[in-house]
């Protein structure tokens, strides 16, 4: 069965704290995606990238970065995070295009930042 | 740019009803059209899409969809709801605009009571 797996399920950090999110995939996908998740607001693209070493900024990427140095995984990072970043955030990968079974998602991190 | 509305924040129905989630898009052309379910604390799940074709299509669960282009709606349909369908579900359009990045709805959460 393929999977995105998202490393951690909940998470609880300080504020101004560097927090990475780790996100991997078995699927040999060339495209992977960062979003998060906010009651009212729906999913809000953060990052996403398209192959290794490379990245596109989404419609919310202030206050994070990202990292892809091998295909399988995507690396989001918050550089000092605040409270305004508690959240859930999920991980998806596709294959380019990505119209033939849509996208893959993981079980997200609920991240919590005091 | 492409748009998704869902109205509905929260449908409710009793278990064995026929059952519908509204969505519709303002994107030109011919969309990329995808429904997708999230069960609690877990990622999105793939349920099914329009690309082309029929106007009807199935997916998985028992769920079905109708794509109207006059009315720019993609309703998720199912005839007989269960308890278990009880989820937050997402419309996204995945039109090309050269990416198929896609556009998220704000979700609708759908209540099946026994």
């Known amino acids: 069965d393929v999977k995105v797996t998202q490393s951690s399920r909940y998470l609880v950090k300080r504020t101004g704290e560097k927090v990475f999110l780790e996100c991997v995939q078995d699927?040999?996908?060339?495209?992977m995606f960062w979003y998060r998740q906010d009651p009212g607001l729906g999913l809000r693209l953060i990052y996403f990238?398209?192959?290794?070493?490379?990245?596109e900024k989404g419609d919310i990427p202030e206050g994070y970065s990202v990292s892809r140095e091998k295909k399988e995984r995507f690396s989001l990072i918050l550089e000092s995070a605040s409270t305004n970043q508690t959240s859930m955030y999920l991980c998806?990968?596709?294959?380019?295009?990505?119209?033939?079974?849509?996208?893959?998602f993981g079980s997200g991190t609920r991240l919590t930042v005091v | 740019a492409q748009s998704v509305a869902q109205p509905e924040d929260q449908v409710n129905v009793a278990e064995g009803n026929p059952l519908t989630v509204k969505c519709t898009y303002s994107?030109?052309?011919?969309?990329?059209l995808f429904w997708y379910v999230q069960y609690p604390n877990r990622g999105l799940q793939f349920l099914l899409k329009?690309?082309?074709?029929?106007?009807l299509v199935k997916g998985s669960y028992g769920f079905e969809a109708e794509f109207n282009k006059s009315q720019t709606s993609f309703h998720l349909k199912k005839p007989s709801a269960l308890v278990s369908d009880s989820a937050l579900y997402f419309c996204?359009?995945?039109?090309?605009?050269?990416?198929?990045?896609?556009?998220f709805g704000r979700g609708t959460s759908l209540i099946v009571h026994p």
């Open positions: 990238s398209y192959d290794v070493k490379m990245k």
């Open positions: 329009y690309i082309t074709g029929d106007n």
């Open positions: 994107v030109s052309g011919n969309p990329y």
């Open positions: 996204a359009d995945q039109t090309s605009g050269g990416s198929y990045i896609p556009t």
């Open positions: 998806a990968s596709s294959l380019p295009g990505g119209t033939s079974r849509g996208y893959t």
């Open positions: 699927m040999d996908h060339e495209n």
